[in-house]
């Protein structure tokens, strides 16, 4: 019998327009010519308050506001816009073709569950599974997204992991000698670590059928 093929996503910068969410509630708080300055520094806050695993994502993005300097009623603000963030106009329909070759599909996310659930919804492509930072206690670019997926489909499955993010997936994943894809949307510089480079999801199916043929 033929193995799984799972395909494992990073939601947010991946499938998700993370940074485009974040800025117009930027501007929305501070104001435009301020927004590309603190989305610098919503970035390097981000990862040092998840570092530790104990905070929700919720709480991360509003104490990152806070840390800002976004008044007392406004610091929530991130965090409430988030269910209305969108999904990159190719993701559907490259989902779909992933799906039709075999696929299964999950996320590892450093969210918390009700968000996630509520950005798979907007997707609109049903995903086998998804591992959040808010029920595990761990945030990427900790190998534990990737440990309890494992737990969840065992060991004996073909596993591609695909992401935009160079720190948070596709470093960790090629330490754990898993095959990804980054998805460069932001014209980043040639990395010599993911096995397939993309500017988008468009030719998604190929490229996962390229790292594992079905058998």
Avoid at 91 to 106: I, Q
Avoid at 115 to 133: H, R, Y
Wanted: aromatic residues 8%.
């Amino acid at each position: 019998m033929a193995r799984d093929r799972w395909a494992t996503f990073d939601c947010y910068g991946t499938l998700i327009d993370w940074n485009g969410g974040i800025r117009r509630e930027l501007v929305r708080v501070f104001a435009e010519e301020q927004a590309d300055e603190k989305l610098h520094r919503y970035h390097e806050l981000e990862p040092e308050l998840q570092a530790d695993g104990t905070r929700s994502y919720r709480d991360v993005m509003t104490e990152a506001m806070r840390q800002l300097g976004a008044p007392a009623d406004k610091a929530a603000s991130l965090a409430a816009s988030l269910p209305s963030w969108e999904p990159f106009p190719e993701v559907p329909s490259a989902l779909e073709e992933a799906r039709s070759r075999g696929w299964k599909l999950a996320i590892l996310s450093n969210t918390d569950r009700d968000l996630i659930d509520t950005s798979m919804a907007s997707i609109g492509v049903p995903f086998d599974l998804a591992i959040v930072a808010g029920e595990i206690g761990s945030y990427k670019p900790a190998h534990r997204h990737w440990e309890v997926f494992r737990q969840r489909v065992g060991d004996d499955v073909g596993h591609v992991h695909v992401a935009q993010s160079l720190y948070h997936d596709i470093g960790p994943a090629t330490d754990l000698g898993i095959p990804s894809i980054w998805i460069n949307r932001l014209d980043e510089p040639e990395d010599a670590r993911p096995n397939v480079t993309l500017t988008g999801v468009h030719v998604l199916a190929s490229a996962l059928d390229s790292l594992v043929p079905a058998e």
